[in-house]
């Protein structure tokens, strides 16, 4: 008897665990200039989510970033910079300063959104669900450049550490493969 009731417990847990996290596409955000929106916006895209920051090491890869977004946009990739300041401070400004500093140094043409917190408390709820315990890939982003992969259904498909550039092969042929999936 203690058993299934222990079994019936740890069930209902995991359902009601399940319920509180949001999918992605529900997840609110705000974009640079501070309106509300959510990933619902890109529904059938190919999402690939980047922590940034402007006075980093990895800073150059916007100009990476921006072209592959360029080269895949017609076919359905959004490529999406969520500014941070978690990692050295390396984020210090306001959003403004940040839309200034990507279009003027980089030509950033992607989407890009408010600043917030990818590790730590309070983890902003997309880095809850990309990272977090119950999260598609637990454990914190490391740096700057963190980019997460996420396909036309919605599903995260592969997290990419802060050094490895969008334009690795291996990088490229995940992106084409989740373009392909219509």
């Known amino acids: ?19 509180t996290q949001k999918p992605l596409k529900d997840v609110p955000l705000k974009d640079i200039d501070g309106k509300d929106t959510s990933l619902k916006a890109y529904s059938g895209k190919v ?10 090491g990895n800073t ?3 100009k990476d970033l921006e072209a592959a977004y360029e080269k895949y946009k017609d076919q ?5 910079g969520f500014p941070c300041n978690d990692f050295g401070g390396q984020e210090p400004g306001t959003n403004e300063d940040v839309k200034t500093f990507c279009t003027s140094k980089y030509n950033v ?22 990272t977090g315990k119950k999260g598609a890939f637990p454990g914190d982003v490391k ?12 599903k995260p498909i592969m997290r990419i550490e802060p050094a490895t550039k969008v334009d690795n092969p291996k990088v490229i042929a995940a992106i084409e493969k989740a373009l392909a999936e219509k």
């Open 1 to 19: 008897m203690k058993h299934i009731l222990l079994a019936l417990m740890l069930a209902a847990t995991a359902v009601i665990g399940a319920e």
């Open 47 to 56: 999402l690939l989510i980047v922590n940034v920051a402007s006075k980093c």
């Open 60 to 62: 150059p890869q916007y």
């Open 76 to 80: 359905g990739l959004v490529i999406m």
């Open 109 to 130: 043409t992607f989407p890009m959104f408010d600043k917030l917190k990818v590790k730590g408390e309070p983890k902003h709820p997309l880095y809850e669900a990309l």
């Open 143 to 154: 740096w700057n450049f963190g980019k997460f992969l996420i396909g036309r259904d919605g």
